[in-house]
């Protein structure tokens, strides 16, 4: 069966000046005003780090450096204060245009061993950690030297993970938590390295990482979007990888997802796709009785639920191969929002399942969802479906009898049919993707990829129209796409502002 549509994670870039520095219940007791050496450096940096052209900042950062570094035994009786100097002396450095991660140490100012190399963060990350580790008041002061370095290395490997560049990606988001883990900010490296290992399938080390997107972003309104992005992610995961056993293990595994989610459904009461994945995996544990009771709640009372949540709560019926169920709820989601892809496309998929019963009123949701997705071969995938079933139906009939005999000329059109759907799947020049489409109030976020199948370079115009739940068009956009490479893809987003009311969207297809 062809993959029933859900949410991804979205990889945004990170903006953090705006951000407090994290509270900490005691003071910081370092002195950086004694001796003269460590006083003269910290001055430096206060001055430098403010004002100053480039080539004067990097001067006054190297003497900071050599100050505290020059003679070991002037600044042995306050050595924290000189290591907390020099760490924030190496951060600065760090942060100059042009300055390469490994230095020779002479470079930067030291006196000792100068044609040694040293990695200025690394180098940094281990002096603060020390004073860390005796001080934890002193984390408040710190926090902002290290978060500097790391919000310009988490937005590169925004960039780079956005450009394809996974391993390079990998490498800076694996640095920025060098220098700043286990903050609550630190969930934006965590959610890129998530990403990239869900990529490469390495399922639990995605698991690890969005569970460290939901400890550290757990508690803070900021982040709740977030959070709970995560929280669904790391359920759908774990639901994945729980289907992989077999008896006991595998009841464990989707008793230890309820536990996820009810924990989350603690301070977020009444999350409808949480409670749907809970079912989802109490389902596929052996508790059908306990996932049918929402199911049929939502059902019975589909008033009380928004076309989303009855749309999610079809998808994890689906997941758990409840397929006539699914089919209900996405049914009861699409009469609140008749031009929803993901719907349109999820019912397409579950009506595909001859046990549910309704495979031929699959033309006529596909021909609503062409309407709205024209360039997604999927869609062909599931008409092929749709005819090789419709083959099956009329083989027995046609047995035995010749053309133009009606039962063999059905059977006939039939196969014709599925040959051409299935050529217009394999064939197709190019593909249509969406991975965000967010809403909140008159803000709405439409983001996706066209894929360029052919093997010489195209751009694509897509021409949309965003709708309200009675499919009239609130706001018109276009967006183009240049210069993708063959047998490759280009990401696309579009914002909306000040449009309330605005529920699905539709394209118009490429010209041939």
């Known amino acids: 069966m062809t993959a029933i549509r859900f949410a991804s ?24 005003n004694r001796p003269g050496e460590v006083r003269d450096a910290n001055k430096a940096l ?15 950062f190297v003497r900071a450096v050599t100050l505290v570094t020059r003679d070991p035994a002037k600044v042995r009786a306050n050595q924290n204060g000189a290591n907390m100097i020099l760490g924030r002396a190496l951060i600065d450095l760090a942060g100059l245009a042009d300055m390469p991660p490994v230095v020779r140490r002479a470079d930067v100012g030291f006196t000792l061993d100068p044609d040694a190399t040293i990695d200025l963060l690394a180098t940094a990350d281990s002096l603060l950690d020390a004073i860390e580790a005796v001080h934890p008041g002193c984390k408040a002061e710190t926090d902002p030297w ?22 390079s990606a990998e490498v800076i988001v694996r640095r920025s938590l060098m220098i700043y883990d286990g903050y609550p900010v630190s969930y934006f490296a965590y959610n890129i390295l998530g990403n990239i290992q869900q990529a490469r399938d390495d399922i639990p080390g995605a698991i690890a990482s969005f569970r460290k997107v939901v400890e550290l972003s757990k508690g803070d309104t900021t982040y ?48 409808v796709k949480a409670q749907a994945a809970i079912a989802t995996a109490q389902l596929k544990s052996g508790d059908v009785a306990a996932a049918r009771r929402l199911f049929d709640e939502m059902l019975a009372n589909p008033d009380k639920y928004t076309d989303l949540n009855l749309l999610e709560a079809g998808v994890g ?33 579950v009506y595909s399942d001859t046990a549910v019963g309704k495979i031929d009123q699959m033309p ?11 360039e997604n071969p999927d869609n062909a995938q599931l008409a092929a479906l749709f005819w090789q079933a419709r083959a099956r139906q009329l083989r027995p009939a046609a047995e035995g009898k010749d053309l133009p005999d009606p039962a063999a000329l059905a059977f006939k059109q039939a196969n014709d049919s599925l040959l051409f759907y299935y050529e217009k799947y394999t064939n197709a020049r190019a593909k249509v993707t969406f991975n965000l489409f967010s809403h909140d109030e008159g803000r709405h976020v439409l983001a996706g990829t066209v894929e360029n199948r052919t093997e010489e370079e195209k751009s694509y115009t897509l021409k949309f129209e965003f709708l ?44 041939s």
């Open 46 to 60: 206060d001055t430098y780090e403010m004002i100053g052209k480039p080539e004067d900042k990097r001067k006054n």
């Open 224 to 271: 709740a979007d977030d959070h709970k992005s995560a929280v669904m992610v790391v359920a759908q995961l774990m639901i994945d990888q729980g289907e992989r056993m077999e008896g006991e293990a595998k009841t464990a595994a989707m008793n230890e997802v309820v536990a996820l989610l009810q924990d989350y459904l603690a301070s977020n009461p009444g999350d």
């Open 146 to 167: 290290r978060r500097g370095p790391y919000s310009v290395l988490v937005n590169d490997a925004v960039n780079l993970y956005n450009a394809q560049l996974v391993d």
């Open 9 to 32: 994670v979205a990889v945004a870039m990170l903006v953090v000046a705006a951000l407090p520095a994290r509270a900490q219940a005691d003071a910081c007791p370092i002195d950086v």
């Open 364 to 374: 006529a949701v596909l021909a609503r969802l062409n309407a709205v997705d024209p």
């Open 468 to 511: 309200d739940i009675g499919g009239n068009v609130l706001e018109a956009r276009e967006v183009t796409v240049e210069g993708v490479r063959g047998k490759s893809q280009k990401p696309f987003r579009i914002e909306l502002q000040d449009k309330p009311g605005v529920a699905a969207f539709r394209y118009a297809p490429f010209p």
């Open 317 to 349: 019926a689906a997941r758990a191969s409840q397929n006539a169920m699914a089919a209900q709820l996405f049914e009861a989601g699409l009469k609140k929002n008749p031009y929803s892809r993901d719907g349109l496309f999820n019912l397409a998929t």
